[in-house]
């Protein structure tokens, strides 16, 4: 098992020879696995290339990449794209992130339990030390992150993470970003196509040299965030080439498994308590709106947003998928909810052409059955068109053989 860990500089003359001093002593002292310390200049202008040649002539366990185009993610997919490694890694020269996190990084990878190992400030157990205004700003991004793709992850730009050759090879081919964007764009792609992401708590102090320009980063991460949500609509953010993991089997030999499914009965029960929350949502919202807005503006408001919600928490938890792209099934099921809508105001409208003038107490009990019915077949497109179970890469090779 051998691990090399990129370092990208861009006129770092000065910080390269103590990050690369402390490095070195701790994998030397620490590291259980063979290593190699891989500097990726990338297009320097002051003297860090020569910094970097007397560091490799120094330690023949660091080597140097010189690049003619500028930007982190360039430098990043340059380094894992050539190494031999096994995993691969790569970490800001600042070491702002404590090393103490490495080899939890590293060794989930190594023994396989994860594709990539990212290093997180916003994991439980994470300590930082930096500016209130850069917290807020990155907590606001990676809410977003979260907030329009269903990400699972916390930090998509802690500059600490490793990865799975084999896995994250083909993953390079598809990520177009050179920059800032590059780490929320490979996790998200990774994600997206099923790969397990660990996250690691670490301890975090912030660089006020930092060479980062916030205003500029964060239009760039946005016009991203949009770029890959239109690739999972249109179905160009599958990978098929990435390995498969296996199916869960159970480890003891003469293990007891249950005789009884009880996935659907499972899903049902979680369908209706997301369905109730919804409800909830949409009642308090609708009442927060009304206070401003007529009462259709306020109803259509109320009713998407928490239609949002439902969709989100029922990816999640009753058909726990990851397999279909966010924004595909956000579409599928306002699609859904529109043809329910229009179901129960059918039998509204049909109760009304029967009876002249029917009762509240009629019109409630119609409507109540409708809307049992309908939600039964929500649930029902759902699970059918959905949220359906897309066949794996082999099964679809097997059917053309």
């Not at 031999?84 to 339990?113: F, K, N, Q, R």
């Not at 606001?140 to 916390?154: C, I, P």
């Not at 730009?157 to 990520?175: D, M, N, T």
């Amino acid at each position: 098992m051998t691990v090399d860990i990129a370092i990208p500089v861009l006129n770092e003359e000065h910080a390269l020879p103590g990050c690369i001093a402390v490095l070195h002593e701790y994998l030397a002292d620490r590291m259980p696995f063979a290593w190699t310390i891989t500097i990726v200049d990338n297009a320097s202008t002051d003297g860090t290339r020569q910094a970097a040649e007397r560091l490799a002539e120094q330690w023949p366990r660091v080597r140097l990449m010189s690049l003619g185009q500028r930007g982190k993610g360039n430098a990043v997919r340059a380094a894992w794209s050539s190494s031999e490694a096994s995993v691969v890694a790569y970490m800001d020269v600042d070491l702002s992130t404590g090393l103490d996190a490495l080899i939890p990084l590293v060794a989930s990878v190594a023994a396989g339990h994860s594709d990539i190992a990212i290093g997180s400030r916003l994991a439980p157990g994470a300590r930082t030390v930096r500016d209130p205004k850069r917290e807020v700003i990155s907590r606001g991004y990676n809410a977003l992150v979260r907030l329009t793709h269903g990400a699972q992850f916390r930090d998509a730009q802690c500059g600490f993470k490793a990865a799975s050759a084999e896995v994250i090879r083909p993953l390079l081919r598809r990520v177009e970003d050179d920059t800032w964007f590059f780490d929320t764009e490979l996790l998200l792609l990774a994600e997206h196509n099923g790969l397990r992401v660990l996250e690691v708590p670490v301890d975090w102090v912030e660089d006020v040299d930092s060479r980062v320009k916030v205003a500029g980063v964060a239009a760039t991460n946005v016009r991203g965030l949009i770029r890959i949500a239109r690739a999972k609509l249109s179905g160009a953010a599958d990978v098929a080439e990435l390995p498969q993991r296996p199916e869960p089997q159970p480890t003891h030999p003469d293990a007891v498994l249950s005789g009884r499914d009880i996935s659907g009965l499972r899903r049902l029960v979680s369908f209706g308590l997301i369905g109730f929350v919804a409800t909830m949502i949409t009642l308090g919202l609708y009442t927060i709106f009304r206070t401003w807005w007529p009462p259709l503006v306020a109803n259509v408001a109320a009713v998407t947003l928490s239609v949002l919600f439902n969709t989100e928490a029922n990816r999640r938890a009753t058909f726990r998928d990851r397999s279909h792209p966010a924004g595909r099934v956000h579409v599928q099921s306002f699609v859904v909810f529109g043809l329910y809508c229009g179901f129960t105001s059918g039998a509204l409208l049909a109760l009304h052409a029967v009876a002249d003038q029917p009762s509240r107490s009629v019109e409630l009990l119609v409507l109540l059955v409708a809307s049992a019915i309908g939600t039964l077949g929500r649930f029902v497109l759902l699970s059918t068109w959905v949220f359906r179970s897309r066949p794996r890469t082999d099964d679809r090779e097997d059917s053309l053989t």
